[in-house]
């Protein structure tokens, strides 16, 4: 059992996961619920391919769609639980086929770079597995202790001590079918062992203050209308919600409580394995689609909205997501070093080429809002982005998912503009407001006594270096001040290549 560093989502490819809800589907159901469990901050799936089962792990403070692998298994967990960080798996019987073998895992967040990863590492913890018989079929967790419980006539209860697994008692009322999982009772998470009686959901839940096992230890609680059609309960939801199925053969995931159960959400048929888990104050409809890939879809606990479904990602720790602003720093600094010790500002020629003048400040702003435009179109479209996310530039943007949109505007502005630039010499903004970009040079050349006019042209060589510059200058607008200061109205781009934004006019003494 060890942990594989690399995680390759791409390739998730689902065999048949068939097995017990850790939330609590019946043995009967007929319905092909992918095992997994929330703890309300994080959630963890179990998803085989090619003989063996990958345990993703996704946190309420990650992107919507990412996930990590936090460990390989031989095979398909029986069941889940969650707790907090830690996870609770339970296999399928050993070899003796008298109990079943019980690991653990506790997942940790790197303060510095955001990135998860889980203890003990390399490696699972083994919990006691003595007594616990392998007719245990469904596992819960909190805060204080992991239950087990084994369904027969009458179902046993186990709970896990420092070595071993103890019996329990359990109230006579419980039915054959029980199935134990997280309650919210009073604001907090609490085991409970439920059965449908009837059209009713009847649970018992343990109570906060007393041992597990004594008569007075749990609390009955009735959720009327819960029984008919149930499947199981959300695990992980800020408050007792249950799937069901509906006549229509899809399901609803429903709010349940002592006066009813109010519908939130009707889910749509599902063609393969599916779950639905609570995490933060949200849903998360986990399923795998048609081409095997488990894709995540949130659901809005207020009006019940189902978002399109989003094929997982890798998590990207926070280290890499500020990654951009080092290196726009230092591409900033080594611009401005070349740009004053290679080509000092104090030493530039007051005059361009004769019959060019330098194009204003507001004419250039003009130019370069017209150019923006296809590649401000072009990243809406790619990204699905509102307008305003144009406005979260990489120079003063921490997280590198925020600035895509306008890196690709910005980006795809540099590349247009010097197709356009080293063809006409001018980018289609800057032919609008009458601009080119020329060699910056004021003195004729003299061969013998005869001066040969300046040819103006800047040339393909210099032109293209200029706009690979000009589109770090974009990513960094900090380096285009320096344009608003100079004599020439020639920033750090246009003074290392020796070139120009200047129009035709006559300079007057």
Known sequence: MTHRGALHLAALVAGTVVSAHAAGATADSGDSLLTAASSGSHVWFAVERQGQCRILHHAATMPSNAVREATVLTAVPLSLAASGDQLVIMMEPDGTGRSNPVYSLTTHRNPSSGAYYDTPLGRLDVLPSALLPAGASSMAADRSTVLALASGDPPQLFRLGVSEWSVEGLPDEVGAHARIS????????????AWVNG?????FVARASAQIGAPESWDRVTLPGAGTEFLFMVDGASCNAIVRRAATGAHELCYAGPQGVRVLATIPPQASVWTVLG????????????????????????????????PLVREIPRAFEWIHLPLLGGAT??????????KPPIETRRHLVAGWLPLSMMRRTLALGIDLVPGAILALLVTGERVEALLAMPSWTP???????ATIMLGTTGAWCALFEAVWRASPGKWLVGARVIRAESKPRVQGSVAIPVDARAGVGRTLLRAA????????PALGVLSFVHPLHQGVPESLTGTAVARRGTQQS
């Open 399 to 405: 997280e590198l998912s925020r600035c895509v949109p």
């Open 182 to 193: 997280t309650w919210v009772t009073g604001g907090d998470r609490r085991l409970g062992i």
């Open 279 to 310: 995490v933060a104050d949200e849903f998360l409809l986990a399923h795998l689609a048609p081409r095997g890939e488990l894709t995540l879809a949130r659901i809005d606990p207020l009006n019940g909205s189902i978002a399109e479904a989003a």
């Open 469 to 476: 510059l000009k589109s770090i200058v974009l990513m960094a």
């Open 333 to 342: 600094i080594a611009m401005l070093l070349a740009g004053f010790v290679i």
């Open 199 to 203: 059209g009713s959901l009847e649970a």
